[in-house]
C-alpha cells in the first residue's frame, strides 16, 4: 500500500506467481482466473531489462 501526494491510500493487489517448469503456475492462474480474478500474464524478462 502506498500513499499519494494527496495522502489518499493507492492499493496495489498485485502478486508474482513464480516456480520452475511444471510447477503448475499456469493451473494457478487459470484457476484464479476461473474464480473472477484478474490476470495479467507476462514474462520477468520484460522487467528486467
Same mark, same amino acid.
Do not use: D, E
Given at each position: 500500500?502506498?500513499?499519494? $501526494? /494527496?495522502?489518499?491510500?493507492? /492499493? /496495489?493487489?498485485? *502478486?508474482?506467481?513464480?516456480?520452475?517448469?511444471?510447477?503448475? $503456475?499456469?493451473?494457478?492462474?487459470?484457476?484464479?482466473? $476461473?474464480?473472477? *480474478?484478474?490476470?495479467?500474464?507476462?514474462?520477468?524478462?520484460?522487467?528486467?531489462?
Amino acid at each position: 500500500m502506498m500513499m499519494n $501526494k /494527496n495522502s489518499s491510500t493507492i /492499493n /496495489n493487489n498485485w *502478486y508474482v506467481i513464480a516456480g520452475g517448469p511444471s510447477t503448475g $503456475k499456469s493451473t494457478v492462474i487459470n484457476l484464479l482466473h $476461473k474464480l473472477a *480474478y484478474n490476470r495479467s500474464c507476462q514474462t520477468l524478462h520484460r522487467f528486467l531489462a
